[in-house]
T-cell receptor
Framework: DSGVTQTPKHLITATGQRVTLRCSPRSGDLSVYWYQQSLDQGLQFLIQYYNGEERAKGNILERFSAQQFPDLHSELNLSSLELGDSALYFC????????????FGQGTRLTVV | DAKTTQPPSMDCAEGRAANLPCNHSTISGNEYVYWYRQIHSQGPQYIIHGLKNNETNEMASLIITEDRKSSTLILPHATLRDTAVYYCIVRVGTSGTYKYIFGTGTRLKVLA
């Protein structure tokens, strides 16, 4: 158990809909990272937050957005969903300092039908 | 961003050492090398990381060349449960803005 909690574990929704994925980081971790992993693909970095502020962006679509709240949990919002958005979405957290490691949650499997 | 190159797949006999190479020739002086593994579709599991010196923990050893352009992850006594995709990552950014950019990894199969 990495200490990073993601909910829900599974999500099935229709095209055009909007969903919210939630991530609770490890206690004391200030940084949260979101990744997308499509079928048989590598992990694509989406976005990173540090202590409530967006700090780094990767290949995140405009239909996707995220935020980190004062209690440090984070949400990833996916809207106008398309079939191609079906993927595993992982959240990771870290203290954020030099030489520290990130720990990943078990992911949310999103299926768009 | 620094990129890493890994062989797409490797086999290793159970009980033998598994040596997984990684090339990161464009790494900058203050960028760390991290190794993670992913078993099936589970969340990536942290293994080890290092900057310049060799590192060892309960899971593995990390050997970094003196010029830091490559590294090797060593699983000393591979078991069937070590079958996974292993990712070598160069973490880029600065404090508070780090990014862990995953490549395609090495699919390690441990054979009985």
């Amino acid at each position: 158990d990495s200490g990073v909690t993601q909910t829900p574990k599974h999500l099935i929704t229709a095209t055009g809909q909007r969903v919210t994925l939630r991530c609770s980081p490890r206690s004391g971790d200030l940084s949260v990272y979101w990744y997308q992993q499509s079928l048989d693909q590598g992990l694509q970095f989406l976005i990173q937050y540090y202590n409530g502020e967006e700090r780094a962006k990767g290949n995140i679509l405009e239909r996707f957005s995220a935020q980190q709240f004062p209690d440090l949990h984070s949400e990833l919002n996916l809207s106008s969903l398309e079939l191609g958005d079906s993927a595993l979405y992982f959240c990771a957290s870290s203290v954020g300092g030099l030489g520290t490691e990130a720990f990943f949650g078990q992911g949310t499997r999103l299926t768009v039908v | 961003d620094a990129k890493t190159t890994q062989p797409p797949s490797m086999d290793c006999a159970e009980g033998r050492a598994a040596n997984l190479p990684c090339n990161h020739s464009t790494i900058s002086g203050n960028e760390y090398v991290y190794w993670y593994r992913q078993i099936h579709s589970q969340g990536p599991q942290y293994i080890i990381h290092g900057l310049k010196n060799n590192e060892t923990n309960e899971m593995a050893s990390l050997i970094i060349t003196e010029d830091r352009k490559s590294s090797t992850l060593i699983l000393p006594h591979a078991t069937l449960r070590d079958t996974a995709v292993y990712y070598c990552i160069v973490r880029v950014g600065t404090s508070g803005t780090y990014k862990y950019i995953f490549g395609t990894g090495t699919r390690l199969k441990v054979l009985a």
